[in-house]
C-alpha cells in the first residue's frame, strides 16, 4: 500500500512557475507508474502527466506538454511536477496518484491517491 501527500501549491501570477512535490510512504513506490491529476471546479479529474516505475517513459496532456515536467526520485519516494509558464486556466487542486495497472490517462486505472494540492494562478 501507498500513502501519497502533495505539497507545494499556492498562488503564482501568469506566466510563473511552481513545483508541485509527491511524497510516498511504503517501500513499494519504486514498482508503481505514477501521475498527476487535476480538478478545477465544476469539472471532472483530468490527466496531466504520468511517469513509469523507472522513470524513463513519461506522458503528458496536450494542455500542459512543453509547459510541465514530470519527474520522480526513487530513492527519496517522491515525484515532482515543474510547472512553468502557468496560465489561468492551469488553476485548479492537483492529485498524485499511485498506478495499478490498466491504462495511464485515467483517474480509474490509479489505485492510491493523495489529498491534493491547490494551484491559484491569477491573469
Known amino acids: 500500500q501507498v500513502q501519497l501527500v502533495e505539497s507545494g501549491g499556492g498562488l503564482v501570477q501568469a506566466g510563473g512557475s511552481l513545483r508541485l512535490s509527491c511524497a510516498a510512504s511504503?517501500?513499494?513506490?519504486?514498482?508503481?507508474?505514477m501521475g498527476w491529476f487535476r480538478q478545477a471546479p465544476g469539472k471532472e479529474r483530468e490527466f496531466v502527466a504520468a511517469i513509469t516505475w523507472s522513470g524513463g517513459r513519461t506522458y503528458y496532456a496536450e494542455s500542459v506538454n512543453g509547459r510541465f515536467t514530470i519527474s520522480r526520485d526513487n530513492a527519496k519516494n517522491t515525484m515532482y511536477l515543474q510547472m512553468n509558464s502557468l496560465k489561468p486556466e492551469d488553476a485548479a487542486v492537483y492529485y498524485c496518484?499511485?498506478?495499478?495497472?490498466?491504462?495511464?490517462?485515467?483517474?480509474?486505472?490509479?489505485?492510491?491517491w493523495g489529498q491534493g494540492t491547490q494551484v491559484t494562478v491569477s491573469s
Open positions: 496518484a499511485a498506478n495499478g495497472g490498466g491504462g495511464i490517462f485515467s483517474p480509474k486505472a490509479y489505485d492510491y
Open positions: 511504503g517501500r513499494t513506490f519504486s514498482s508503481y507508474a
